[in-house]
């Protein structure tokens, strides 16, 4: 099976793949922070799709976030904050991306965007949306996203045309737009 | 002609499945159900994401050199790493603010654009311009935002400085943003964050006529 992951772009912090973590003599707050933030970041990363924009986005919910972390605020308390800024700042994101405004997103976000941190494997979120789906529109989304086929092994695969997989992959994708994963 | 729904998405499912960051165009809104699902769907491909030790090192590091007390000052922000005013900005200017050595100060002033050969393009009459209000024409290959303040007029580019994407204006808040991250820019072209300088817009040419006809120095 071929895969289209191979070329992935590189990252801010491409360097450094092994680091060890060593905190300059971290506090307890910024450790417990950190764990925190490795939340937040798979939250982030399960709506964005990307390391990048995923780094980028948690970078500012950590900014905005010192002052709490500063107060000593119990981790339950730190966490709500966490989230709630995640939440603020993916809306933001997602308006700028897509040069709308907020208002305009917030059905979309409202259904995207749970209140707290995710409660199942990503793979079983994946496996909730692709169920939810027609065969072709399943098979479709499976091949390409979870196994990375291009277009063209799908259509092989499928005995299609990478013209009617294009297309269908549009569908797919709408239709699973429309499947319920938080709540 | 527009790009197809298909094609456009299938652009940002290429990208995403390559790791890429959601590079988004004008009219991609249009699909904004099949994006954010293609960013989940492909995240929860992915399995479990953890932060990257690099960026969590950084992160540990930020937290700790984070000034004590209150809010982070936008300078204290860049000196303890994350280089962007606290709760201003989105995305890759964040990236961008990690490089080292960011200017202390935006580039004064934009460079001219000189297009070799040029000449005057008619692009309407002055009497078409709203006071202080952005308008976008083309001059040939060269695209200008024009500002009309009383008989004068100036131009800026509608490229913005920092990445290759078409500035929008942006008339409650009477700036030119950028649909690419979050960047804004006055009519003169200067960057509106200065904790986080880009670079002044590109300046481009324009003339009243005698006539009252609005020329800019195209192609």
């Known amino acids: 099976m071929s895969t289209e992951r191979g070329s992935r772009e590189e990252g801010p912090e491409a360097e450094g793949t092994g680091d060890v973590l060593e905190l300059p003599a971290a506090s307890r707050t910024t450790a417990i922070a950190l764990d925190e933030l490795e939340l937040v970041y798979a939250f982030i990363y399960a709506r964005v799709g990307n390391r990048p924009d995923a780094e980028d986005l948690t970078q500012q919910v950590a900014m905005k976030a010192i002052p709490r972390l500063r107060q000593g605020a119990p981790a339950s308390a730190i966490r709500g904050y966490l989230f709630a800024t995640a939440r603020s700042v993916l809306g933001a994101f997602w308006s700028t991306r897509l040069g709308l405004s907020e208002a305009e997103l917030h059905e979309d976000l409202a259904m995207a965007i749970p209140a707290g941190p995710p409660s199942e494997e990503p793979a079983e979120r994946a496996r909730r949306i692709l169920d939810g789906l027609s065969d072709n529109y399943r098979r479709v989304l499976e091949l390409r996203f979870l196994h990375g086929y291009s277009l063209k092994e799908v259509a092989a695969e499928m005995r299609s045309t990478v013209g009617a997989v294009k297309v269908m992959q549009l569908r797919a994708l709408r239709a699973a737009a429309k499947v319920r994963l938080d709540g | ?219």
């Open chain 2, 1 to 219: 002609m527009g790009e197809r729904p298909e094609n456009r998405v299938d652009r940002i499912v290429n990208d995403l499945l390559r790791g890429r960051r959601l590079r988004l165009r004008g009219g991609d809104a249009e699909e904004k159900e099949a994006i954010t699902a293609a960013a989940r769907l492909i995240a929860a491909g992915q399995g479990s994401q953890r932060m990257h030790p690099a960026f969590r090192k950084r992160l540990a590091e930020a937290l700790e050199s984070a000034p004590k007390g209150g809010w982070l000052t936008r300078r204290a922000a860049m000196v303890a790493g994350f280089g962007v005013a606290a709760g201003a900005v989105t995305g890759g200017l964040i990236a961008r603010a990690l490089e080292p050595a960011a200017p202390a100060t935006p580039n004064p002033g934009g460079r001219q654009v000189n297009p070799i050969p040029g000449r005057w393009v008619d692009v309407g009459a002055l009497a078409d311009f709203a006071e202080g209000q952005g308008k976008r024409v083309t001059a040939g290959a060269v695209g200008a935002y024009l500002f009309r303040r009383g008989s004068t007029v100036s131009a800026v580019s509608a490229m913005c400085s920092h990445l290759p994407c078409e500035l929008n204006w942006n008339g409650g808040n009477g700036v030119l943003d950028c649909p690419c991250h979050p960047a804004s820019f006055t009519p003169d072209g200067a960057p509106t964050n200065l904790a986080y300088p880009l670079p002044h817009l590109d300046l481009v040419s324009v003339r009243v006529t005698d006539a009252g006809r609005v020329e800019v120095l195209g192609t």
